[in-house]
Each structure stands twice: as C-alpha cells, then as structure tokens.
C-alpha cells in the first residue's frame, strides 16, 4: 500500500498536485462553467491525454514526436467510423419511406452515398461491433506507433530526424486522408454523429456526462504515466535521454524501450481522440495534421515537459487561450499565440511546472510535482552526505 | 597450461573511409587475465574495444569469446553475453545519483516487462552497496552522479560494469584525470576485480600499467606490434621507438 | 605581460576561482599544477574568455580585456591551446590552422609554421578530425600560434598524449621560444614534462596558489605531495 | 501494328521528356528552397519553422514590385523581376538579421527548442503577411520575355519560365558553393558551426557570423520566394505549403552537404514529377515521401554524408 502510495500519487507533495488538479476538474469547472463551456474543456481535457504522453516520451524519453496527431487522429476515427455506422443504420430506420431508400444505400455513410459508393468497405467492418471498435482505437495507433518506433528506433533514427519524419507521416495520413474521401470523408471528415449505442450524445446531460468521464480517464493516464516514471522504467528513460550509449551498454535494447514508451504515449493520444469525438461529435483531417501536432507539443512545452500536471494545465490553458483571443481578437491572436510559444521557449523551458517551481518553491512543488527525485525513499542505505561534493 | 582463451580475436580489421584504423588483428585473453593494451594515440586501441563490445562493426575477421562469435550480435546482447565496457571519457547519468545509476545499471529487468516490474529487493540493494563500497562511493550514494569528481565519476562507471558481474570487463583509460593516489586506488580496485574474470585496460599510465598488468599488448597503426610481459615491453627496440620514447 | 588581478570565477552558483592575482613577466614560462578539479582549466577558460569573469581583471600588455569577447582577446594578443586539443574535425589540417588567422587578416600561413610542424605540411589536406592525438595537439599549437600571440595559453598539453610525442612538444615549445617573443602560460599536472618548460612553477589547489617555486630550485617532493593527495 | 508502336514509343519519349522538364521546375524551387535551410538546419542546427514565410516575404516583395512597376512605370516591366530577386533577398536578409538577435541567438545547442519558437514566429510572420497583404492569394505580373515555351521538337514544349528558374538555382548553388567552402568567410562559418566557444578562442568573431549565417539563410529564401512568384500566386500561407517538403529535401541530403541537397532535390523532384504522370498528385507525393523515410530507414546520414572519425 505504502510503495503504491509513493508510485502512483508520488508522495505527499504529489498527491497535493493531483488532489489540486481533481478539484479543478471534478468542482470548479463543472459548478462555474455553463454547459457549453463544458463541453469546450472536454475539448482540451482530450488534448491534454496527448500532452500526457508527450511528457513521457519527450520530457523523459528525450524522444519528440511532431506526429502525435496521427494517433490522436487514428483513436479518432476508429470511434467516429463506429459512431457514423450507428447514425447511418439510425437514418435507414427513421426514415422508412421508400423514397429515401430508393436515393440512398440502406445503413451507408452518407459520404459514401456522395463518392459513389455502394457497399461498406471492408474495412469499415469491425466498426459495425462496439468492443471491436475499442480495441481497435487502441489497437491502430498503438500497432502503428509500434512500425514506427522499431523502423526508425532500430535504425537510431533520433532527436531532430525522428521529429522531421513523424511531422512528415503525420502530413501523408493527412492527405491520404483527404483523397480517399469514399472511405474517410475527405476534407469534411465524418460528421454528424449523434448517438453511442443508442444514448444521444448531443443532449446536455450526456455532455456532462462524457466530461466527467473525460476527466476520470485523464487522471487515469496520469497516474500510469506516474506509474512508469517512478519504476525502474523511468529512470531508464531519463538515462536513456542524457546517455543512451550507456543504457545500450548496460546490456537494455534502446530501442525496444524507446518504442515501448512511444506505444504508451500513442495510447493515451488514442484514448483522447476517441474521447475528443464523443466529446464533439465529429472528426475531421484538419484536427489531425500537423498544425494540431505542433500544437500538442506546445501544450506539453507550456505546462512543462517533465510535468504529467502541467501537461494537462498547459493543454487547458492554451488551448483556451486560443479560443478566447481568436473570438475576442480574431487578427492579433496568431501574434499573441506566436509570441507565448517564443517566450515559453525562450524564458521558460521548463513551462508553466517550471516557472512555479523556480518563483513559488513553497506552493509551486505541491501543484506541479514532477514525481521529483526527493519524494522517493530509499529504506535501508547509507545516509546522505553532501559535504563530500569536491571538485565541480 | 592454463584453460582454454576466453577471448579470441583473428584477423580482425576494420576500416573508416580507407583508412583501417585495426588491422588484422588477432589476440587472446585467458580467464583471470588482466591484460593491458598501450600504443600510441590513434593506434587503434578504443577502436578495438569498440569492435569487442559492438560499438563498431568489424569489417572482418572474427571476435569470440567464451566459444561464442560475438562480432554478428547486437550490443545488448554482447552485454548478456558477459562483457561490460566503460569509456574514455566517464559516461554515467548525470541526472540520476549514485544509487540509481548503479540500480540501473543492475543486470535484472532488463526488458520491457522486466523494467515494469522490477522490485527492488533487499539483494539488489545489498549488491549496490556492495558495489559502491568497492569503488569508494559508499559515502555518496545520494550524490546526483554530476556532483562527483572527475576520479568519482570513473569510478562510478567502473561500479556500473561491475554490478553486471561481467566475465569480460573493457576498461578504457580508467585512471585517466586521477590523482596519484586515486590511481592507485584504482589499481588495488582492478587487481581485486580480475577473480573470477579476464580485464583489458587500455592505459598511458606506465606506472600504473606496471602495477596491474600479467601481459601487456603494444598496438602500433592498427596491428599488433609486441606481446609480453611488462619488463619485455620496455625493453623492446621497437616499442622504445613508436611509443615509449629513449 | 601578463596581469592579472582579483580574478573571480563561478559556475552557476559554486564559485571555483577567488580572487586570484598573478602576473607573469615578458618571455617567461610559468606553469600552474594541480590536480583535476582545483580550477586549472576554469582559469584557462576565463583567461580566454570561454568564462566569464565575475570581477577582476586580465591585462596583456597594459590593456584590460576582462570585459572582451574571445576573439577581441585573441585580437589583444591572447592564443588558446584547450585540453583536448579541441581541432575542427572535418576541416582539413589547412584549414584549421587558417581559422587561427582570423585575427590577423592574413590569408597565408607562414612557412615557419611548417617548418616547425613539418608534419602538419604533409598532412595539410587530411582532415583534421582523422589526425592522431599527438598530431592533433601539434595542430592546436599551430592553430594558437599563427595568430602571433603574446601570450600563449596551453591547457593540459600532455594529457592522453604517447610519452614518445610529450617529449617532442617539450622540445618544440622551447623552440617556439627561441624563435619568438612569447610568453606562454601552461597547466600540467606531469611534472617531467613542466620541469622541461617551465621558468616558474605554481601549485593551484581550491582555485588559490598554494606553492611557488622558481625553476633553479624546485622542491620536487613537495610538488608530487600537492599532485598526490 | 509496328507503326501504332512506333508512334506511341515516340509519345512516351515525349511525355518522359516533358514530365521531366516539369520536374525541373519543381526541383528549382525544391532547390532554392533547400539551400536556404541547409544552411540554416544543415549547419547550424537550427530547426527553422518559419523558413517557410521567409519564402512568403521574398514573395511579396516581388508582387508588390511587380504591381509598383506596372502601375508607375509599364515600360520597366521587362527588367523589373532581377531587381525584385534582389530585394527579395535584401528583406529576407534583414529580416532574418533581427530574429536571430531577437530569439534564435539564445537557443543554440537546443534544437528542438528552436523548433517550438520558430513555430511560434512562423505565426507571427504569416498573420503580419496577412494583415499587411490581405488574405486572398495574388499573383505577380511576369515580363513577357519569362512566358512562353519553348519548343526543340513538335509535341515537346519547355516552359521559359521553368528554365530561368533553374537557371536561377544552378547559379545560387555555385554562389553558395564559393561563399561556404572557397572563401574566408565560409571557413569561419564552418569552424564557428563545429565548435563555437573553441572558434571564438581562435579569433573568430562568433556573433556576427552567426548574425550572417542565419540571414544568409533567410536571404536565400527570400530569393525562393521571388522565384515561386513565378509558378504560383502567393499567399500569407504559400511558404508554410512548403516547409515539410523543404525539410525532407535537406534531411534526405545529408544535412551538412550541399551536393547531397542538389542530388536529393533532384531525386525527389523527377520521381515526384515522372511519378505524377501515372498517379494523381497526391498519390504520387505520398508515394514519394514514404520513399524518401524508408530510405532515411535505411540510410539515416541521408544521402552524403560525411565520414570523420570519432
């Protein structure tokens, strides 16, 4: 009880952290904000799944991938194809007149309808069952992550190049995405989804509800991502950022363990993208390209790339921020967006956990807790001896 | 005679860009040999423990230890086989402190699920400090590995290939940057180290070679210039020549 | 020459070098020791202006290039060997030595460079990065040293260099000696080889002088015990 | 029979043919671009986001000088568009001159944080564009020497256009070529880009060739843009269109080589060109692009790469 304590709160100060952050989540949001503001947190809360991920691939791992969209948008479509198969067979049903059946194909997309298409493809299949579907919002992005880590992780594709590459897989989903418009909507994506297994998504207490369930799978993410830095596995990761010679020479396969924490952070962007299209009802390949990737990355980079909390703060806030000036000052808020990514960077690289650390140390360690090495105990050691430092 | 070499090397060469910085090379290390190679810089002498350990992929000729071609496998495998290598310059996980990187370093959990669940028992902990106590680190278990000395920091590293109780230990240079006592620190550390495993140290130190060495290897230009005893070497012209100077 | 006075230096927070004062006089050698960690390199690294310095000052020649950029020093008259050697590795052993004559404007390397280094002549179109250690220390000096320094900085010369070559850079910077007006300021830690060099010898310990000693009487057994601890 | 194979081998000849002169245009521009940026992220190490709207402002430059001219002095037309190349550059250079001592002078050493602030500035330089030009596309009115084709042999027609655009790049290659590797200059870029702090204590001002360096870059991409004006019209976002492809040219070269930027621009250009016969555009560009990173696979130095031992 005790080490689970430890590893997945993080101790004291990392149980005040996500106490702070269940509050805001679980109170302050759903009692301040109205039912459309809501529903847009629920928006960002299933960015922030991808944020998550990133602080352990990129934060600890030392691995930056600009094409987590790609897997956020995989999740994505996985429940949105679903999704659209029920409203499709919803419409046949609905609409018993011989005059719709005669126009269109019983229980097709409509955008099927529009590209000529006359039967499912078979890749649509799994979709027409609920438990498939899940595993397969899963399963996609995960297996894909899996390809792309051993291909480039085998090869030491890394740092700059890794991140080049991902951006560029991310823009060869985007267009093909585009250009097989039978099969994925084209441009428009797949719209107008209504119902998950029959509960109409679009009424204000199903909305409520999705939020809440947003935010309980959110917290669930950050207490594996927890999980995983407070074993073993994490601090290879930290060593495999600052010496991955080493690690390899340790007798671990860099590689396998690269493309291990890759699949994590695939998963948790999976998990969000499912929940973005409950959440909002459609999805679409602008969501998914690189603009929004670079976005994610931002979202991690504000809140602080070694913070799981400030991840989901970063996520919340600037995609806020993106909301609110782009309605309030639709021509200055790429200035103001463009110039918080270049002060992030440049004064604060360690975001919004490191700002607090640096400037509140008392407040700041409890609230952005980055599962900090002073919160782990060693029983049964030598004690600590700090005079010895010589040298520098 | 003794056993049979545990290491043999044969015609091992390997070029960059035309220029074969190891040169049909072949030498053996017996079990519980403590070998030192010296040579001039660019001798090829990392070059070589490169190509053991896997860091660099031989061009050809064969490298086999225990019985076993080890010039096919990838690192992490070469690890599993039983050699550990530590580095010219000290490459340790500077974020991490002595603790965990000996932890790390701890040949258990090594693989995905392994590093998921490992547990750090009561041995493990015993072996760190065990360790750690070897190498004259128990006093900073806690120090952020940053924190050491230079000597500390190769003496860290030589602890991190220690846990792994290899049967070939590759050392390159472990003496380099230490005061005169560290090194001979260093140097009971080795001699007590090589029970139970063959060592080869690659060292400038001649004092110190003098100390620890059974055998020492002369490289020159990528091949094998002498073999011998450590009174041999010195003697000899051609090394007098090449390398030690008159 | 060189003065310098109330040098402090500081990594972040730790302060290495306090408050330290030296000079060194026109065609003098000096030679600080010490053992890793007790602010040889720092110093170097201030002196040139890789560090900045804190407070104090660095004066070559009258002139105080405390607040300068590197290259403005190396301009004032300064020229840096690093531990390491520190060559541009794909640049060819030409070209190298040429970056060394930014600060002077010239576009050839002299012929006594050459002559001196007759080895880097043969190699002038290998790149620098596939030299040996000894040839690459050998570059580093020739690199320093057509920029026609006042004051020649060396770092650690003889570290991870053959014993067969440390001799030869013995020899060759007594050589440069002869040739030019040059003071040269080396760290070491191998004492044969300061003993060949060195007109004076100071001992740094914590980033201070502990000992000093001039060439004609120098207390060997003390200095082994200040690089032994 | 052997006359209807006959003339269709001809067509085929023809067809490669033209697909290939296509395919220089695209590699010109590849080219241009690229060269910019291989200096930028080659040598520096700078992940430059906002390459891309360096490409944008050159291009306006060269539309707002081409309606100048039209509008004030019609009889300049035919001589405008060097003059416009010139000015192109001159404000990239500029322009890249105050960002890196605005923000990219800090982040040396931290690659991928360039990345997230050139992002950034990319917004900024795009919404400027956008506020300044507008946000509808407009074209600039080429000289009439520059239209046309030209034709060796019936069937077979080459863009003007397209020649003057590669001519244009082979030139900007050899100009590079001297400044980097012939001249004083380059060599001080080359030792600062190794080794900064050793390249200061050797004398070598590290500041201002950093200065220049990266707005040389921007500069060369400045000239981009004054050459895309004449394949496409322009709009705030027409160089972000470019950005990945520019990257993949330059990371398929080998980062640090200049022959291997030519060779990949090259490469990806005709494939992507020749490929587009058979397939639709974007079919051939993915097919194109999942080439070049299974190679990258297979090869990750890219293309050339230099070989120095460690």
Redesign the interface.
Known sequence: MHTLYNRALGGKSGTVGLALLCIVLFLVFPLSLDNFRLNMMSKYLSYAFVAVGLVLCWGNGGILSLGQGLFWGFGGYCMAAFLKLEAAHNIAAESGSDQIRALTTVGLPDFMDWNQITSLPYIWYPFKSFPLTIILVFLVPTLLAYIIGTAMFKRRVGGVYFALITQALCWIMEISFVTRQGWTGGINGITDLRTCLGWDIRTKSAQITLYFLTSIFLIACILVGRFILSIKLGRILVAMRDGEDRVRFSGYSVSKLKTFIFCVAAAMSAMGGALFVLNVGFMSPKLVTIEPSIYMVIFCAVGGRNSLIGAVYGAILVSYGKTYFSEMFPNLWYFLMGGVFILVTRFFPDGLAGAVDRFGPMLGKKIFSMIGRAQQNFPAVVPVTIEANEGH | MSAAAELEIKDLTVSFDGFKAVDNFTFSVEHEELRVVIGPNGAGKTTLLDLICGKTRPTGGSIRFKGRELSKMQENSIVRQGVGRKFQTPSIYPKLTVFENLEISFPRGRGIWGSLFFKQTDDVRERINEVARDTYLSDHLHTSAEHLSHGQKQWLEIGMVLIADPKLMLLDEPVAGMSVRERQQTADLLKRICKGRSVVVIEHDMNFVKEIAHKVTVMHQGKMLVEGSMDEVQANEKVREVYLGH | MLDVKNLQVAYGESQIINQLSFSVAKKETLAIMGRNGMGKTTLMKALIGILKCRQGSVEIDGLDVAKFDSFKRVGSGLAYVPQGRQIFPTLSVEDNIRTGLSSVGKRKIDDWIYTLFPVLKDMRRRRGGNLSGGQQQQLAIARALVSEPKVLLLDEPTEGIQPSIIKDIARMLNEIKKLRDITIVVSEQVLSFTLEIADRILVMEGGRFVHEDLRANVDEAKIHQYLAV | MPLILATSFAELKDIFLMQGFAGFSLFAVFLLMALGLAIIFGQM?V?N?AHGEFLTVGAYVTVFLSHMVTDHAPKMLPYYFPVAIVCAFVVAFILGYIVEIG?VK??YN????????T??????L???C??IFGAREDTATLPDWMMGSWSPSEGLDIPINGMFLLALAIVMVVLVYFLMYRS?WG??V??TM??R???????????SVDRITFALGCGLAGIAGAAFTTIGSVSPSAGSLYI?DT??VV?FGGAASLLGTVLSAFTIAQSQSILEFFL?G??A??FV??G??II???R?QGLIA?????
């Open positions: 190490k992940i986001m923000l800090y982040l931290r690659p991928l944080d360039t990345l997230l602030a992002w950034g500035l990319s917004m900024i795009q919404q400027a956008r506020s004083r060599l001080k080359r030792a190794q080794n702090a050793m390249a200061g204590a050797v004398g070598i001002n590290t500041k990945v990257f993949i990371v639709t974007v079919l560009k993915i692009l999942v070049v990173i990258l696979m297979i990750p230099s070989k120095v031992r460690k």
